[in-house]
């Protein structure tokens, strides 16, 4: 048996993160938690391009336009969708769900699924703190991650010129 050998190497490698403006005081933490995380693992500043969203329902649109624009070895979706007292919630997690994995399973680059949904603003919150574990920082450890794994692929199927 063999393994993949998995390295968080950032280095060399470009990230897009798209972020939604809805429940921003959130979703600001995540953004800092993967830029940070980003940064730790070897990316340039230069390397990491944000794109802002109005709400998580935009979020598969803008990540279907940069897969197909390429340029990047990984994309970052982040967001917080809270369920508050409105159906509206599970129109809006399932069908950002839905897609953004969807459009994962067929992109040559990891689309990573970094939105929360939760009951309240609280678990949203706990979950996008640095004292309590940022998701921010665990989607960008993703992405480093997938991004590597790719790049092995390829390069195991590439014919020697
Ligand atoms: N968008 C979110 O990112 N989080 C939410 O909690 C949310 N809620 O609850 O409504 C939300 N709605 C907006 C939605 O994402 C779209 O921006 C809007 O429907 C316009 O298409």
New binding site residues.
Partial sequence: MTEQEDTLDAGGKNFAIIA????DFV?EHLIKGASDALLRMGAGEDAIELYR???????PGVACKLVDGGGFDGIICL??????A?P??D???GE?AREIARLAARSPVPVIYG?LTTDTVEQALERATPKMGNKGGDAAMAAVEMAGLYAELKRNRTPDA
């Fill in positions: 939604s403006r809805f429940n979703v969203v109005p709400g998580a329902f935009e979020i967001g917080a969708v809270i369920r508050g409105t509206h919630f129109y809006v997690a950002s939105v």
